[in-house]
Each structure stands twice: as C-alpha cells, then as structure tokens.
C-alpha cells in the first residue's frame, strides 16, 4: 500500500508538472537522533507538496504526502476559492487553527513540543473552513469530522502592530472544549513567544514560554513550559542550539529537562533538516 500510494503521488506529480502551469512543488526531509526514553534514530518525516493556482482564478489546491519512515499518507489534500482579496473558502483535509508550535517541524524553534506530545486537540481534519483576513486581523471558522462527531474551531487574530501576532482559539471538541491563546513579537534578532492551552476537563492546563536569538547562521532557543499535562503536573525546561549550513540544510540540537509529577528525566536530541 505505502509503496502504491508514493506511485501514484509521484505520477500525478508528473502529470500535473506538465498539465498545469501554475504548479509549485515543495518539502523536506527531517532526520532525527532521540535518546530519551527509547533511543531512536530514522526519518521523522518526508513530506512533498503541491500547490495549483491558474492565474486570474479564485481557486487554488494543496496537496501533500507524508511518510514517517513507516507508512506513508496523504496529509492534506484542500482546495480553497478566494472570494475576496480577504474571504477564502477552504474545503478538504484542513489543518487545525490550534497552536503556537508548528504541526510540522521545519516551523518549530526546537525538537520537541513543550510537554510530552502535542497539547493541541486537532490536527488535520477532513472538513471546511471560512476565514476572513486583513493586515491587521483575521477572523476564521473550522469544521472538522472526527470519528464521533463534528469538531468545530473559531479563530481571532490581531496583527495590527508591526512584529505582533496574537491569535485565540477556541475548540469544541466531542467530550471536551479547548482554549488556545498566544503571542509572538519579533524585534531585530529576538522573538519572544507565551502560550496558554487548557482543557474544560483539566487533562491539559499548559503555559509555554520561549525565546529565540539569531545570530547570522546560527540561533539559540530557550523554552520553558509548565503545568497540568494528561492529569499530571509537568514542567519542562528546554535548550536548543541551531545553525543553518545552507538555505536548504538546518541542524539543531536540543537538551530537555522534565520533572513529571515529581520524577525528574531529561533527554538529549539531534536534528536535521534539508528543505526544497
């Protein structure tokens, strides 16, 4: 099946390439090295997109292939129309608004997320969206099937100040409602980040709060996370020294303490990332 899957990804890339002249393709390679519970080396993730656009037409399409080093799947696969400058219309498999931490890793500033796994509820979703944009906000409404029920999502954004973003979201989930705060500011060299994630059901109740400084090729993260994670208390202290060898190759290596209700671990990362 995977092996199917890569062919005909790889033959309708082929034919689109020669099809449609406004195709854009993209993707990376995320190599990783993990010593903490179980140490782990392999390929976190291939991924390969497409983008469609006509020029003059309200109507785009994404799509993307995903393989973890064991199975591959289509990760997102959108078509949106542009109604307007700012209304866009978005149906198909859609990522979720949650988060200050990227789903995939070439738009994180580290390895790991700020607890275990994702604090997020969502990720992709098979659903529709409506969002509306302009430079100084963005308002957006997200309907995703889950396997019980509709997940929705609702979206409030404010960029009206230069290096500013500060986006809330509020989730209703089957069982459960989520709500997502965070804010960025980027000055110079210096981004500076605070986030709050907390769950009706007290399950996830996290604060994160991370700087990052480049320096030419070269960066530093410093993260610090706290908080009630799965029913249990978590904080989590992270380092991670990063350096850009080339536009497309960008390494890093992360230093992690966690004190997990009382049991202190830490854990040591090595990443690589070749982006095109």
């Given amino acids: 099946m995977k092996k199917t899957l890569i062919t005909i990804f790889a033959a309708f890339a082929l034919f689109a390439s020669t099809a449609f002249a406004g195709l854009g393709t993209?993707?990376?390679i995320d190599i990783f090295y993990d010593n903490g519970a179980t140490s782990e080396t392999g390929v976190y993730e291939f991924e390969y997109g497409m983008e469609f656009s006509e020029e003059g037409s309200p109507f785009s399409a994404v799509m993307e292939l995903s393989f973890d080093g064991t199975n591959a799947s289509f990760e997102t696969a959108t078509i949106t129309y542009a109604?307007?400058?700012?209304?866009?219309?978005?149906?198909?498999?859609?990522?979720?608004?949650?988060?200050?931490?990227?789903?995939?890793?070439?738009?994180?500033?580290?390895?790991s997320y700020q607890a275990t796994g994702p604090v997020y509820s969502a990720a992709y979703a098979v659903g529709a969206s409506v969002d509306y944009v302009t430079d100084d906000y963005s308002i957006g409404v997200w309907i995703g099937d889950t396997t019980t029920d509709e997940s929705y999502e609702y979206l409030f954004a404010y960029t009206g100040i230069e290096g500013l973003t500060a986006k809330y979201i509020y989730a209703d989930d089957p069982g459960y409602e989520t709500d997502n705060f965070w804010v960025s500011y980027e000055t110079g060299d210096l981004t500076l980040a605070y986030e709050t994630t907390e769950t009706d059901e007290s399950l996830i109740?996290?604060?994160?709060?991370?700087?990052?400084?480049?320096?030419?090729?070269?960066?530093?993260?410093?993260?610090?996370?706290?908080?009630?994670?799965?029913?249990?208390?978590?904080e989590k202290t992270t380092f991670s020294p990063s350096y850009a060898f080339s536009d497309a190759?960008?390494?890093?290596?992360?230093?992690?303490?966690?004190?997990?209700?009382?049991v202190d671990s830490s854990f040591t990362a090595v990443e690589v990332l070749y982006t095109f």
């Fill in 26 to 28: 993209y993707g990376y």
């Fill in 83 to 111: 109604a307007s400058d700012e209304l866009s219309y978005t149906i198909g498999n859609i990522l979720s608004y949650q988060g200050f931490e990227a789903y995939d890793q070439t738009g994180m500033y580290q390895y």
């Fill in 205 to 234: 109740d996290m604060e994160m709060y991370l700087a990052y400084l480049a320096m030419g090729d070269a960066g530093l993260t410093v993260r610090y996370s706290e908080g009630t994670y799965l029913g249990a208390d978590y």
């Fill in 249 to 262: 190759v960008f390494g890093l290596v992360e230093f992690s303490d966690i004190t997990e209700d009382g």
